[in-house]
């Protein structure tokens, strides 16, 4: 019944931001718990940030902590990814992910997601 889009993937240069929006479709899409993950050619989906559905619970990966920031807009029923000070090993297609009781890091444990967005990175 929930279905999960991603838009503002792009190409943008090394030091650069982009921000990606998700939304969902789905009458209990405001209680979700929501993820976004990527993944680079050639390697495995990985964990990028997580956000409880009432926001007091968050979490990034090392690797983008301080760069990039997960935030909601109930009134537009979107999820957002700012990601800033973008590097080229930010070069991925990147999903978002949503559950009604999971929150973290494990992908495994999110029953939908969207179909993903590509971020380029140039150097």
């Known amino acids: 019944q929930v279905q999960v889009l991603e838009s503002g993937g792009g190409l943008v240069q090394a030091g650069g931001s982009l921000r990606l929006s998700c939304t969902a479709s789905?009458?209990?899409?405001?209680?979700?718990?929501m993820g976004w993950f990527r993944q680079a050619p050639g390697k495995e989906r990985e964990f990028v940030a997580a956000?409880?559905?009432?926001?007091?619970?968050?979490s990034y990966a090392d690797s983008v902590k301080g760069r990039f920031t997960i935030s909601r807009d109930n009134a537009k029923n979107t999820v957002y990814l700012q990601m800033n000070i973008l590097k080229p090993d930010d070069t991925a297609v990147y999903y978002c992910?949503?559950?009604?009781?999971?929150?973290?890091?494990?992908?495994?444990?999110?029953?939908?997601w969207g179909q993903g967005t590509q971020v380029t990175v140039s150097s």
């Open positions: 992910a949503a559950d009604s009781s999971y929150y973290g890091d494990n992908q495994r444990e999110y029953d939908y």
């Open positions: 956000r409880s559905w009432s926001g007091i619970s968050i």
């Open positions: 789905g009458r209990t899409f405001s209680r979700y718990n």
